[in-house]
């Protein structure tokens, strides 16, 4: 659509993001009024319209801005605008809804199957975490290579007809389950919980205190003792504790939610809704630790892969396109995958004698010194490649580097890691730790943390050009031509960046103490 190469890169960071904060509000659907079954199907089609208005704008000359005319490069390509371009943008952002629905039902609706009350049932649903993930890459491999290798010979309309084809089929696979399906019934809205508790903590702060105006005891809590069948679909008893014992001693400032005689009785509380809203909080700066991560998996799909098209893609005779450069960590996820279920996971359970062998922060803290590391190794090879440029004096040329686009693999392997081991540990942490009635909202907080990281990248990539703009010298990320660019710079600001992040992740994983037994602190 004929955009600068800053301008898509933040047209792909603004979709992507918004895909993946989407997915909270369908993680909240399906927890409040609809079921992740119901959610999953509704999003599916709303993918498939997506897909669809995109396939047709591809396929229509009319529809897409004037060709570029080889013969006059001095005249500048005209841009995507008007009608043409809110056509474009509203089929993304109808794929960008109908992606953030089903990642927020999807995940939570597989582990609901798995039985959490036996160590076995756990172990499952570990393993379900691990293949949902290797599922991800098996999808993102056909995208990255027959998918592109169609765009780029054959045309974008027809990879838009494979994607849209292929959502379409994906409704009636997962209809021809329907009649084996453990669905969850909703159980209202889990942020009016939130807002309740919070609002009669701060509210009866200003109350004075009084024999009749005290923290209630189990006794009086308004939560009912649950019958046995409700006691069973609740995991290791979390729920028992919260009703017969008394607030706990954290976050105390919550425990004025539960008084005898609150403020009005719509903000009553119950110490189990207390209880709830407190390990929704002490979960937040987990998944806020994890933002610049995903800040780094933002530049796989942005800078990287026009770092590759500056460089000799060809493989023998094969001329690979950059944008299959992500085959890289894809490939890498689905060997490492295996690996990890069945080889390092057992092997850890015996040398710990623990259920999960390694904790889920302990994952979670592995992906992300990994990512510090693809920073530091992207800057490197940025630099390198860089150097080619100058020594072939071809800074100013648009011309193919003699340098291998298999340099830039490097950091793809190490930023898939990181996606592997964070995003698999994070949506596990989040569906156990979470509240029963909020899990699928919680366990969607590990796609808004790719989304926040997709705004975060377009937010850096602004201010960083707009603090190295002056008279003397041009932004850092600006212009036609990326060998003008100071990308190193901007990948090592990344890396201190991460590096400081972790310091800040330490502290906090440290602190945690998890709900369920026997995992331990990091």
């Known amino acids: 659509m004929h955009l600068s190469p800053s301008e898509s890169a933040n047209s792909v960071t603004n979709f992507m993001g918004t895909a993946f904060l989407l997915a909270l509000l369908g993680g909240f659907l399906s927890d409040a009024f609809f079921t992740t079954y119901y959610i999953y199907l509704i999003s599916a089609v709303t993918e498939f319209l997506g897909l669809l208005i995109l396939t047709v704008q591809a ?12 013969t006059t490069p001095n005249i500048p390509c005209q841009k995507i605008h008007g009608a043409k371009a809110t056509m474009l943008f509203l089929s993304l952002y109808l794929v960008a809804l109908g992606v953030g629905g089903i990642k927020g039902a999807l995940p939570a609706h597989g582990a609901e199957q798995f039985d959490e009350n036996t160590p076995r049932g756990r172990k499952q649903r570990s393993t379900f975490f691990n293949y949902f993930v290797f599922c991800l890459s098996c999808g993102a491999l056909i995208a990255v290579t027959l998918v592109v290798w169609i765009e780029d010979n054959k045309g974008w309309e027809w990879g838009f007809g494979i994607s849209t084809f292929t959502i379409l089929l994906s409704i009636p696979i997962f209809l021809s389950g329907s009649r084996f399906y453990r669905n969850k019934k909703p159980q209202g809205s889990p942020l009016t919980t939130i807002f309740k508790v919070l609002i009669s903590a701060l509210l009866n702060a200003f109350m004075p205190r009084s024999s009749s105006n005290v923290v209630v005891s189990m006794a009086t809590s308004p939560s009912p003792i649950p019958d046995s069948k409700e006691v069973a679909a609740m995991e290791n008893g979390r729920v028992l504790r919260a009703i017969f014992e008394a607030p706990s001693e954290s976050l105390k400032f919550l425990n004025r939610a539960v008084l005898d005689k609150p403020i009005s009785e719509t903000l009553k509380c119950s110490v189990q809704q207390v209880e709830e809203v407190k390990v929704v909080i002490k979960i937040l700066p987990i998944f806020a630790c994890t933002i610049m991560l995903n ?3 933002a530049q796989l799909s942005t800078f990287s892969v026009q770092q590759a098209a500056t460089m000799n893609t060809k493989l023998g005779s094969l001329n690979i396109p950059p944008a299959s450069l992500p085959v890289f960590p894809v490939i890498f996820i689905m060997i490492l995958a295996p690996v990890y279920n069945h080889i390092i996971i057992p092997f850890t359970r015996r040398v710990t004698k623990t259920e999960t062998g390694i904790t889920h922060l302990q994952r979670i803290g592995v992906g992300l010194v990994l990512s510090i590391l693809a920073m530091a190794i992207a800057a490197l090879v940025e630099i390198k490649r860089k150097k080619v440029a100058t020594e072939s004096k071809l800074l100013d040329s648009t011309k193919p580097l003699p ?3 298999f340099y830039i693999a490097f950091q793809y392997l190490f930023l898939g890691s990181a996606d592997l081991f964070t995003l698999a540990g994070l949506l596990e942490f989040f569906f156990t730790e979470a509240p029963f009635n909020m899990r699928s909202l919680a366990t969607s907080l590990s796609w808004a943390s ?24 041009k932004p850092w990320l600006s212009g036609a031509n990326l060998n003008q660019y100071h990308l190193e710079r901007f990948y090592w600001l990344l890396c201190a960046l991460s590096g400081l992040n972790f310091m800040h992740y330490l502290f906090w994983a440290r602190i945690y103490e998890y709900r369920s037994k026997g995992r331990g602190n990091v």
Do not use: Q, R
């Open 403 to 405: 340098i291998t686009f």
């Open 59 to 70: 396929h229509s000359e009319s529809l897409k801005p004037p060709k570029c005319i080889p």
């Open 450 to 473: 790719l989304a926040m990281g997709y705004y975060l990248s377009t937010a850096i990539v602004s201010l960083v050009n707009s603090l190295t703009d002056d008279s003397k010298h």
């Open 295 to 297: 800040c780094c998996l």
